[in-house]
């Protein structure tokens, strides 16, 4: 079992949908956890950061953590054409290196 | 400020070459690290450095290795290149590389192996 799943893509939504992306992980010690965006032939970016469970909201983003069931949410309002990406979760315990999921692949049409 | 670098952008070779890339991470970051990110597996750890020292390692061969200078710049070194070493190499840095320390990510090298 991979330490971090990732729902599999791709997902294709309306403009204006709400956008609900889901990892599951196993590893009871991580305790930070992210959410990038990827572009086609670019690096990830960071979208969003929380630290253990709870909410955390950035504009139309907002991420949730719940550690009792080890699951990661990220949430999309009023979806764009430009949010048309690969979103990745990822997550550290002790130390920095980051666990990914394998990432799903976003279209939001216009 | 100028964000992570990575050159080349893109390589070809061949075989049982090999290959190094470089890293230039946001002035003042101390800390870079290298992931391999492959359709198949995702993006998956190589290794770590900070002040010139590997910190951490993932589960890659030894035909994986790296280097940090004392200006914080990095490069990795792929030997005895195989097919399957065909991936984007990404480098992220961070200040202090410490648990939950903020990454950022350069735009990746992106090999290919003949």
């Known amino acids: 079992q991979k330490e971090v799943e990732q729902d599999p893509g791709p997902l294709s939504v309306p403009e204006g949908a709400i956008v609900s992306l889901n990892c599951t992980y196993s590893?009871?010690?991580?305790?930070?956890f992210m959410w990038y965006r990827q572009y086609s032939r670019k690096g990830p970016e960071l979208l969003m950061y929380?630290?253990?469970?709870g909410n955390k909201e950035d504009g139309r983003f907002t991420a949730q953590v719940d550690k009792s069931s080890k699951y990661i949410s990220l949430f999309i309002r009023d979806s764009q054409p430009s949010d048309s990406a690969t979103y990745l979760c990822?997550?550290?315990?002790?130390?920095?290196?980051?666990?990914f999921g394998k990432g799903i692949t976003l279209s939001v049409r216009p | 400020k100028a964000g992570v670098t990575q050159t080349p952008r893109y390589l070809i070779k061949t075989r049982g070459q090999q290959v190094t890339l470089s890293c230039s991470p946001i002035?003042?970051?101390?800390?870079v690290s290298w992931y391999q990110q492959t359709p198949g597996q995702g993006l998956q750890f190589l290794f770590e450095?900070?002040?010139?020292?590997?910190?951490n390692k993932g589960n890659f061969p030894g035909r994986f290795s790296g280097r940090q200078f004392s200006n914080s710049r990095s490069e990795m070194n792929v030997s005895t290149l195989e097919l399957g070493d065909s991936a984007l190499y990404l480098c992220?840095?961070?200040?202090?590389?410490?648990?939950?320390?903020?990454?950022?990510f350069g735009p990746g090298t992106r090999l290919t192996v003949l």
């Open positions: 992220a840095s961070s200040l202090r590389g410490t648990s939950g320390d903020t990454q950022y």
């Open positions: 590893n009871s010690a991580f305790q930070y």
């Open positions: 929380t630290y253990s469970s």
């Open positions: 990822a997550t550290t315990g002790a130390n920095s290196k980051l666990t």
């Open positions: 002035s003042g970051h101390r800390s």
């Open positions: 450095y900070f002040s010139e020292t590997q910190r």
